[in-house]
């Protein structure tokens, strides 16, 4: 019976957490009462306060449905990035997976566009600024130490301060997911993302993943061929050739 009860209010839990996400996500987070969640989850007040201290506890508890799998992926790829060769290739990685899983996965979206778009942080909301600068600091940190060790694997003297690539390549990342919600049909992310990642990397100095050298060898040897032909053919005469143009 008590484990029907632990699975009875898990199951509430989840109702205030689906409709807050709703609700956020038509009329704003200042514009959502609590009183409004509990009704569009056929549930009490008594039942949201039960779960969750205010609407900032809230708030947090729906972003981490989301995002604490991508925290523990960059957690996870920070300490995969010393035993690799190729220290960026993790960084990499996890970066690409937020991509795809934010275009792709509807909830994920609608929960980065609220805490993007649809939040303000008031007073009340202070938990969840607090929240989010933790996060930040924490993703910044992982950052920063695999392009440090990466300068260090590949012998490469950073440009610009490490902090402050660090800060780049985030804000960049950060700004593409944001413009993206926007419009999500302006370009694709995910490949878009990688792109830019990429061109950033190698504008700090790192030398470009050896499968990408080669799949760039590869095309631009096919189109280089390409061109070679292309400019035989036209330079090869139209008709054979006759007593009169030999």
Known sequence: MARRTKAEAQETRNRLLDAAERLFQAK????????????????????????????????NAMMERVTLPLETSLAEAGRAAAAEDDPLRSLRDIMGSALRQTARDERTRRVFEVATHKV??????????????????????????????????QGLSLPIPLSAAALGLHVMIDGLIQNWLLDPKAFDLVARGRQTMDIYLTGLGFREPAADRRQGRERSGGATAGR???????????TPPTAQNT
């Open 28 to 59: 704003g987070v200042s514009g959502t009462t609590l009183n409004d969640i509990a009704t569009a989850a056929g549930a009490t007040r008594g039942a949201v306060y039960h779960h969750f201290k205010d609407k900032a506890d809230l708030f």
């Open 120 to 153: 303000e942080y008031t007073d009340e909301m202070q938990a969840v600024r607090d929240r989010h600068l933790r996060v930040r600091n924490e993703c910044m940190a992982v950052t920063r130490d695999t392009l440090q060790l990466a300068a260090q694997r």
């Open 228 to 238: 070679k032909r292309q400019a035989m053919g036209e330079a090869m005469p139209t």
